[in-house]
């Protein structure tokens, strides 16, 4: 909940030195509202741009070199409602705020608040934002773990470690997961046994981006873009070190974790950033026994440097990974590897940024960001006893290279900002081992922009962008299997516009239009043989379309002083929409594996999202939320190798049923104390090769408790997941019929602050 009350005004004149003349200084104080004590460690964030800071002992906070005109800061600390404040920055010149926040028990009837979404009266892009309690509270082993409770959420899986994020039903490339705006450089999008590189015991937040503004980091955002904030490169200049530090334990798998993070000033203009993180799991424990091979070890660490003056910043960082995770497997679902396959996989990530305030009335900011990553991932299979040794299946390896620049302006002929980008990326792909998928080059390049003005009560956005990418095989040659493998190139526009009107104060109801692009992946191209942990036998089909898109959606956000309402109803279509199909039958040079064919379909979605929190009293809260997505095939022209569908009541493979979530929480200023409802619907609606799934009901309990001692803050998170230990499977797990959920699962989050 955001509580929206400041005392923004100018306190006292201070004047001290800067560098350029037309830049000002922020002196603030982060006060409790109702005592009027300063309050430590809370975040401040200028909005509309990347800089933030951390109050102090004594509630004080800076920034320097902030350019002339308005700003909005945006505060928030542990068990206080997040509070805004509006200042005018005077060039030369000092301007000295104090931003009073109020506990979560606290409510005045003039306050008026808002849901875990950023504020309806701000015109921004992004939709929804994980991060303080929500984050630590559902803070997972992955990414898609961590976000499985959200609205319209679900998450592909393989076994624990490879779980990928699924919004809408759309998942692969369709849903865009970046690391602080960049590219990851991993394979994840392509196959249901490849994990995401992202470790998110590090993360600062986490955000969903939709609608116009998602198009400025790609042209396949039609489930939108996910971007995990870990803050690798200092943005502004610290004034002393800060630290954080994390360690959790979880019953279900023995598993435990830490991670430790720390920057502030260097010298000379100089901040740092480092941060480093273990996690350690055995097998997981489900209500029917241990499944054997979901064991996971992941080290994680990232260093960061920056050069900060009043023109902006230059900043670089490098980050290392390591995982080994299992697949498990079994009689039936993978007769080729019934033990199971082990995977081992590691990246090495380089970024550079840059950012450069540009003087002027039109012209406000140009951001540079080059990303270089390697990536490599063996596929082994587990050996039947000690003894024998491990043979490696599959093996990938990819280098990328992403480079964008954006130029970010104010007033401009009609609209009030916007920006101008340009982004390309070079990727080379190497698969080795049994896999037959040629070496290939893809090339890509974009050019796009995205603009936002306010009339009256409307809020106007919209964007577009052009994309090309060359798909580039080491050898033109034609294949008994899957056909003439040579050179493609795609091109094609996407665009989206929104389109908000504020109803009144802290509500409002819109409607989002988007076009979409998406070339076929080179996996869905030219993929030939057996791909070892996705226990399939894979071939691409070098004649695929490119993917195009029409997605709409009706939007209706109210945020009370006693409740908060938002309801999204959706409609998606996509011409020649790409997956991999499994024909039931068995290869020909692998009678151990099915062999599933990418083929490409005219699909519609349709569905709907809602999310529900009301106040009963300053105490209790409830509410939940709610989500259901139908996919359906709705053109003759299959391209399916087989029996075509037989009854119309089959669907789209490996989509999420109606799901579900109801709690009741009590809470004070210092401790929370909750009790939550999962649920899922059975999902019969399903291609003919595919599984269905019944539905389930599961019981959470869960607390947290914060105390400051001296300039630390310290946090404890506890859950107690699927107190019945509840049997239940999840329907997007390619392996579900070996794989139930985990059981009753005690976690436990210590997490402190500096």
Do not use: C
Not at 218 to 225: A, C, D, K, L, Y
Not at 715 to 728: I, K, M, Q
């Amino acid at each position: 909940m955001l509580v929206t009350l400041f005392n923004a005004q100018q306190l006292f004149a201070y004047n001290e030195p800067i560098d350029e003349s037309d830049r000002g200084v922020i002196k603030g104080y982060l006060l409790d509202a109702e005592t009027n004590n300063p309050v430590s460690n809370g975040s401040i964030l200028i909005e509309g741009t990347d800089r933030g800071t951390v109050s102090h002992a004594n509630g004080d906070f800076i920034f320097r070199n902030v350019p002339a005109g308005t700003h909005t800061l945006r505060a928030q600390h542990i068990g206080y409602e997040p509070g805004f404040a509006t200042v005018e920055v005077v060039a030369e010149d000092t301007v000295e705020i104090a931003i009073r926040l109020y506990s979560r028990t606290f409510r005045p009837g003039e306050i008026q608040v808002t849901a875990d979404y950023i504020r309806d009266d701000q015109t921004t892009s992004i939709e929804r934002v994980m991060t303080g309690r929500t984050l630590r509270q559902q803070l997972g082993r992955t990414i898609a773990e961590t976000l499985s409770d959200e609205p319209g959420l679900a998450q592909r899986s393989m076994g624990p470690a490879p779980a990928r994020p699924v919004l809408r039903g759309l998942g692969g490339d369709r849903l865009l997961i970046l690391e602080d705006g960049g590219r990851t450089g991993d394979l994840s999008a392509t196959a249901a046994d490849h994990a995401l590189a992202i470790e998110p015991m590090t993360a600062e937040h986490i955000e969903l981006i939709r609608g116009p503004s998602a198009l400025t980091y790609g042209s396949n955002t039609m489930g939108g873009v996910i971007n995990v904030i870990r803050g690798q490169i200092p943005r502004d200049m610290p004034d002393h070190i800060h630290m954080s530090g994390s360690a959790q334990a979880e019953s279900v798998n023995s598993g435990y974790a830490g991670g430790l993070r720390a920057y502030g000033p260097l010298f000379n203009n100089f901040a740092f950033r480092v941060d480093g993180s273990l996690r350690q799991s055995r097998d997981i424990g489900t209500p029917t026994g241990r499944l054997d091979n979901t064991s996971i070890t992941t080290y994680n660490g990232s260093m960061g440097l920056s050069y900060i003056r009043s023109w902006g910043m230059l900043g670089i960082s490098g980050n290392l990974m390591d995982t080994k995770y299992g697949v498990p497997g079994g009689i039936g679902i993978a007769d080729a590897h019934p033990n199971g396959v082990d995977i081992e996989m590691f990246r090495r990530y380089t970024e550079l940024k840059g950012r450069f305030d540009m003087p002027g009335s039109f012209l406000q900011r140009l951001d540079l960001d080059a990303t270089y990553s390697f990536y490599n991932h063996e596929e082994l299979e587990k050996p039947s006893f000690e003894t024998d040794r491990r043979i490696v299946g599959s093996e990938f390896g990819v280098l990328t290279t992403n480079a964008k620049v954006h130029l970010h302006h104010n007033d401009w002929l009609f609209v009030d900002k916007g920006l101008f980008g340009v982004w390309g990326e070079h990727r080379d792909y190497a698969s080795g081992a049994f896999s037959e998928t040629p070496e290939t080059i893809e090339n890509a390049i974009a050019a796009y922009t995205f603009q936002e003005t306010d009339l009256g009560n409307w809020n106007l956005q919209g964007a577009l962008r052009f994309d090309v990418r060359q798909v580039t095989p080491s050898e033109e040659r034609n294949s008994f299997l899957i056909g003439h493998i040579r050179e493609r190139t795609f091109s094609g526009f996407s665009g989206s516009a929104r389109a908000a009107y504020l109803l009144r104060s802290n509500m409002k109801i819109g409607s989002t239009i988007t076009r979409t692009f998406r070339a076929p992946g080179i996996e869905e191209l030219f993929s030939e043989g057996p791909h070892l942990a996705n226990f399939s036998y894979e071939k691409g089909n070098p004649d695929l379309s490119a993917e195009r898109g029409w997605g709409s959606e009706i939007f209706f956000r109210a945020d009370r002083s006693l409740f908060n309402l938002h309801i999204a109803l959706f409609r998606n279509q996509m011409d020649n929409y790409i997956f991999p199909r499994d024909s039931n039958q068995r290869a020909t040079r692998r009678d151990d594996l099915n062999t599933f064919i990418f083929v490409e379909q005219q699909v519609l979605m349709t569905g709907i999202e809602m999310n529900l929190k009301y106040r009963l009293s300053s105490h209790w809260t409830t509410g939940g939320s709610a989500s259901y997505v139908r996919a359906d095939f709705i053109s003759d022209n299959r391209s399916f190798p087989v029996a075509r569908f037989d009854h119309s009541d089959e669907g789209v493979p490996m989509i999420p049923p109606l799901t579900g979530r109801v709690y009741l929480e009590w809470a004070n200023s210092n401790l929370t104390l909750g009790a939550a409802s999962r649920m899922a619907a059975s999902q019969n609606r399903i291609d003919i090769f595919e599984e269905p799934t019944d539905g389930y009901v599961l019981l959470d309990l869960y607390g947290q408790y914060h105390f400051s001692s001296g300039r630390y803050l310290h946090t404890f998170s506890l859950n107690f997941d699927n107190v019945a230990n509840t049997e239940y499977r999840n329907h997007l797990s390619r392996i579900k019929s070996i794989m139930p959920e985990p059981g009753m699962n005690l976690k436990l989050l210590y997490r402190f602050y500096f």
